[in-house]
Structure formats: structure tokens, C-alpha cells
């Protein structure tokens, strides 16, 4: 990166700055020519009865006024043609160069050494990439072109005052001399202040990225009022300084406002008492008083100018700091592509290894071993032995103080990240989910470059809902963009999945087969399984498993009909049949919503809804339904305190509205309920729709209300509008319901209230169905699709763990390194999955960090690390022996070295 601001404009923009200036030394004779001419209207025109001559061309006075008054006004339109044009390409230009800066930054924050950002924190790093290089790519724009523009204005304007009178320019700029000595002595006090400012915003961004991490623990600590104290603080120190900031610009403002207003007063002295003595015009004096006018602007934008490039100085000084640290990757290491012939197997070779920490702390301390790949090595030792150090140094990730690590006898830091990146696999604890599909994050150990240029959403994501498909035009003029303002030369959107790389041929079957295989080894393939029933799949795309899960739901139908026990565990929607373990608003719309037209909670205040109530005459029936509701539940409720489990079971009315439903019902006549005002009818009407019979057994839904709400669902249905059409789903027994999930397409119907374990048995008779027909790893499919959440925060630990782990078995790398990968799981799990993974894995080269030392009898080689240095090296059975640091390890362990 360039040193200073000026240095970065003059590296990557110097042309377009040139053309800018170009443009503004062109405008120049135009400005001046709109500054005489009204002179001349005033002083030949409209002083001159005979007219005048242009370009030998002789007009009488009214005409010659008409011909200036058009020049002038070509001028004008001149003169903001070319503003328009230096405007908006200055704007371009500012764009470019403040994402071409962004890019930048990103791109060296991925290369940063892993130590940094325990230094640097994520809220710093989005404040330094985001918010304050904001102000740096808007001055790019301006850096040359506001000091060419305004600059060159400010002269024209002032050497046409000097034209017309000496004495008249002169009182223009007497005061610009205090100007220019008291503003950079104020300006520097507000540069001070604003690197403090820059200061405590980096602060006040590290403590919010502080707190949404730790939120989980101020709560359980009850430390909120502690954290709302400190974030108070850290706002007043910021409101501290900015109002001192304010205080000084509006100063200076004061300043340069008061100078400006003192032209006209020597204006209209001095040039009133030469336009008396006769010794200047007033056409020039009406010219010069225009001028001066127009002089404050540019003088103003000039100070103004001062000011930005003074603060975005600062910015990007204490940017560039920020991001100028040692120890960054070679950009070559990871631009560059594989290199032929070398391979990761073979000689490993620690020499000296040596790590410090960013306080100089020693992690590693002269380790040396050698080792041939592929081989199962187990790293043990106490906490703080090193172990985790180590195995960022194995996977290229860590680069160490000292010493070297070979492979085959070339430096493994050295080697290219195309190389390492996709020939060695690491998995720590905890590991990096992030943001996407499960199907995103397991395959984004196959997207080191395109594979094609066709585009593919498989690692990109599915469009947004409501944006335009990209033409061919338009990716055409993003790729330019990309290239004008320095951005990776490469298209998101294209197919990056490589597929060849973890071993796959073209076969899409043997795609999928391969993914779902990954996640049996780690046992994530249940609870993928289990995401997919709850995920929804598009008929028009995938028509092929929809009429397949039609025949599963009909499969699992015959199996309720066959057995009398089964049947009674649901409830099917049927299109004559009021269901009644179904809400009353699930029955009235009988299917699914789709997006936010209707709203299931609040469905009583929707337009149509009320429309099909009235033509049904069902409004008063739910009226006098609903009053009977509030006060059952005002009675039963008015007793139990606000947490009691009743109200989460039971309650219509939460426990907190209770008092105003009491007072509603104190003041309504339950004969006169259409009396009441229009929100307490509605407070009414919508809590009917809540009522599920079968459930809540009060007898206010009997078989009349029923066939009415049957006959309601029929109508709203046959009449439902076209501009509400798509909002709803409707049930169809013979049609696949797209907006509704696997499971509830299967099902298609509802779990019956009451009945011993309903759930469960209904869970395995759908995945007995889906097995059945054959369908169950396509339901898995379906659950590769599901988001993960920002961060994985979708999934628990143990299933960022197991995606992470499947992630790596998929890229189909020679050596797997692993740091305690398997910390948070069970006893069991651990197990189950060590010793899947171990057999997966049983030509390959593999180093685990394990926690439990006993493991390591599962491995070839053991490495014992203690306080940073290599204390033994060998095979188990020569380390587990009397007197030995393995065996003392296994004598500390919780499970005396069994495993």
C-alpha cells in the first residue's frame, strides 16, 4: 500500500485525475465569458439606443439585448454541462478508488499472520474496511478537481475584478492573508481531535463486537447494567470530543462567514465613491458586486477542501499503520497456481521450530523430528504444551520466529496456498462456519479458482427475493468495474466448484452420493436428515421428488388405514372436514402462507379475512366467541403469577394484557359487543382464531360454528382477489404443497392431541416411508440447503464441528491435521466419529492433537510436547513405558490411559 493519500491518487488514478483537470481548464474561458457579459447587457445594451455589432453582424438596441441575453444563457448552459461532466466522473472515479482501497484492505486482512488478529479485533477490522475509508474515497474525487476547479474559478473571477478596477480586487482579497494564517492554526487543533475521535470510535466498535459475542455471558452474570455503563462512558468520551470538534469548525465558519461579508461593505464604499468621481461605471460596479458574489463560493470550497484533506489524512495515515504490519503473506503465495510435480507426502522435517507470541512469549522452543507422510501421528501434552501451535505450523497456517519445517527439503511456508491449501486439510476447535447453505460451507473446500464460465448458486446462493437476473450486459460492465478500480479479475457467480479436485467425475449422482457419504463418517447425516423434513422443496425445479414424496405420503396414509392404533395418532386435512387439532385461522385458510400478506397471529385485522367473515356472518358468532374467551381466561388466569407454565400451555392472553382484556370486559355488553369501539372489537375477534378443540376442549367451537367456518373456508378460497393470489398455498390431497416442508407434506394433517408419544411414532413412520420409497438421502439433500446462520449460529457446537470435519474429508487432501477436534462432543460421539474417522483415513497422513492421551495408541507415531519443546518422539508401545512423559500423561488422564 502507498504510504500517504497522495502517493495512492498518484499510483492509481494520475490519468482520470488528469482528465479532470483537463475538463476544468476548458471551462475556465466560458466562466469568464458568462462573467463580462453581463457587463456589456448592462453597459451597450440597455446604455447604447443604436444597438450594437457581433461578428460584423449590425442589430438594433432590442435585438442586440436578445442576442447577449441568449449568449449568456448558452453560456450558463455551458458552464453547468461541464460541472454536470467533472461532477459525475469525479463521483466514478471517487467510487473506484475507495472500492479499489476496500479491496485492498481485504485483501491484506487475508493475509495477515494468524497472531494479528488476536491484536486487531473484528470490530475494529469492519470499522477500519468499512466506515473509515469512507471519507478517503470521496476525497480521491475531489483532491485534484476541487483545487483545479475552485482554484482556477477563484482566479477568474478574481482576475476579472482586477480588470475592472485595480482598487476593487484589491478590497476583494485584503482579508484572504488573516485567513490563510488563523484557519491551519484552528484546522490543526480539529486534526488532533479528530485522530482522537478515530481513537474512540475504534474502541466503541471493538466493545460492541465485544458484547454481541459475549452476550450470552453478561446476561447469566446479570452485567447488564455494567456493560450499558461502560458503553455510556465510551459515548461521552466521543460526545466530548466531537463537541469540541464543533465548536472549533463552526469557528471557523464564524470566521471565514464574517470575511465574506465584508467585501460588499468595501464594495459599496469604496466602489460607490468611484461610480460618483466618475471613475467607473455602474454596469462594472453591478459586474464586480456579481463577481464577489460568486467569489465566496469557490473560496469557501477551497477552505472547506483544506479541512477534508486535513481529516482524510488522518484516516488514511492511521489505516495504512493499521495494515502495514510484519509478517504478511507474500501476496505471490497466494495469487500463484499449484506447481507441478510437488507433492505434500513424503520427508516431513521440523528444524529449530520456534513460535513466539505477539508479546514475545515462547510457544514452540526448538522442535525437530522427521517424519514420512502418509503416517498417523498423535501430538499430546498438558495444556499450553504447544500442541495447537504446532499444528498451524503443520497446515501452512502459522509461520514460525525460528527454525524451518520441510517438506520433501522445501520450506513448507514457501510453498504456494494453491498447493497447501488444497493438498493438506486442517480442522480445530472451534472451527469456522460461515454464512450460507450446509451445502455452501461443505463444499468451499472445492473453490480455489473457476472451473468454468457458466454461472452455478451452488456456493454463491440463490438470488435475493425481488432482484433482477443479471443480463450478459450487465455482468459484462461488472467484470469492467472490476478491473477499472483493481478487484479480483474473477466472477463470483461462475461455477467454482471443483470437483476433479476431490476425486469427482461429471455424474451428479455420484456428486451427491459422495457429499452424503461425508456426512455418515461424521454422523452429521441424522441431523441434516432431520433439517430436510423441516425445509421446503419447489415442485417446478424438482418435480420428480415431489410426486415421489406424494407417493410417500400416500404410502404412509395406508398405513394409518391399516391400523386402527396409528390412525388415531392424526388428524388429515380434508377439504369437507373442519380438523380439530387445527386453530381455527388454520382451518379458515386451509393451507400455507406464503410470504407476509397474511399474517396467521393477526389474521382477524386482515381486509379479505374481515370481507369473508361478513359474507358468512360470522363476524358476531366470533364476536360473542371471543368475549366468552377473555372472560374464561380472565378467570382462570387472574390467580397465577405471570411465569406459571398455564400461560405458555394454555393462555389465549398474555399474561401481562390480562388487566386490559379485564377492563374491556367491565365495559362491554356482551349483547352489544358491535357497540364497542373498532380496537376492542378487534382485541375480540382475534383471539377465536387461536382456539385449537381438540386441544383446548372449552365448547366454544361446536359442530355449528364449524360447518359455518367451513363454508367460510370455501368462499375465501373461490373468491379470494388476484392481487392477493400466491398469498396462500391451499391443501390439496392429490397435489404437492410447495410452501409447506417435507414432513407436513408427508404427514398432511395434524398430530392428534392427547395420544402417548405421538410425535416420536409419527417421526418414524415418515422416515419409514421415506425409506420405503428410497427417499431419505434426498431428503438429506434438501437439508444441504438449509442456512447455517451468521457464523453457524443456526447449528450447535458439535454440528459446526462435524460440517467442518465433513468439509475437509470432501476436498480429499494427502494429510489431514487435526486440533482437538472433537472437544465438544459426547464420550460416545467422540468415539464413534475417531474411529470413523481413522478408518477413512487409513492411507493418509494424518496428525491429531488429542486431548485424551490414550488415544494415541491408535497412531503410529506420538509426539509429546511439554512447555513448548519436543520431549519424546516415537511409537506408543517404546513411550508407554515406566518413567516415561507418555506414560505419566496417560497416569494423569481421566481414564488412566484407556480408551
Known sequence: MQPTIFGFIRRYSWRQQLVILLATVLSFPFLYASLDLPKQIINDALGQPDGGTIMGYQFDQLEYLMVLCSIFLILVLINGGFKYFINVYKGVVAERMLRRLRYMLFSQTLRFPLPQ??????????????????????????????????????????????????????????????????????????????????????????????????????????????????????????FDIRFDIYKLKFLIKFVNNFIAQLGPFFFFSIGGYLVIQGDLTIGALVAVVGAHKDLSAPWRELLNHYQLFMDVRIKYDQVVAQFAIPGVIPDERQSSEPPDGVAVTGSWQARGLTVSDEDGDTRLDGVSFELEQPERVAIVGPSGSGKEELCLVLANLLDPSRGRFLINDQPLNELADSLTGRRLAYVGNPSTILTGTIRHNLLYGLVHRPVSDQPSGAVAGDPEPGEIPETAERRARRLKENALSGNSPYDSDVDWIDYAAAGLGEDEAERRRALIDVLRIVRFDRDVYRMGLKSSISSATQGDLAAELLDARRAMQAKLDADPDLARLVERFDPERYNTNATVAENLLFGTLVGDTFDLDNLAEQAYVKEVLEKTGLTHELLGVGYQLAATMVEIFAELPPDHDYFRQFSFIDAEELPSYRALLNRADPNKLEALALADRQKLLSLPFKLIPARHRLGLVEEDLQQKLLTARAIFRRDLPKALEGSVDFFDPERYNDAASIQDNILFGKIAYGQAQAEGRIATLITEALEEKGLVDRVIEAGLDCQTGGGGARLSAMQRQKLALARALLKGPDVFVFDNPLAVFDSREQVLVRDALLDYLADKGVFWALQNPGWSKYFNQVLVLDGGRLVEHGSFAELAKPGRALQRLLEDSDDGGRA
Open 117 to 238: 488478529f488476536r491484536r486487531l479485533s473484528q470490530g475494529e477490522l469492519v470499522q477500519l474496511i468499512n466506515a473509515e475509508v469512507e471519507p478517503v474515497g470521496g476525497y480521491v474525487g475531489e483532491a485534484l478537481a476541487t483545487p483545479a476547479f475552485q482554484g482556477g474559478t477563484l482566479l477568474t473571477i478574481l482576475t476579472f475584478m482586477f480588470i475592472q478596477d485595480p482598487v476593487l480586487g484589491l478590497a476583494a482579497i485584503i482579508l484572504y492573508p488573516v485567513q490563510i494564517y488563523l484557519i491551519p492554526k484552528l484546522q490543526r487543533r480539529v486534526n488532533e481531535l479528530g485522530k482522537r475521535r478515530v481513537r474512540r470510535m475504534r474502541r466503541l466498535a471493538e466493545k460492541i463486537s465485544e458484547t454481541a459475542g459475549g452476550v450470552r455471558d453478561i446476561r447469566t452474570n446479570d452485567a447488564s447494567q455494567y456493560e450499558r455503563a461502560i458503553f455510556a462512558r465510551e459515548l461521552g468520551r466521543v
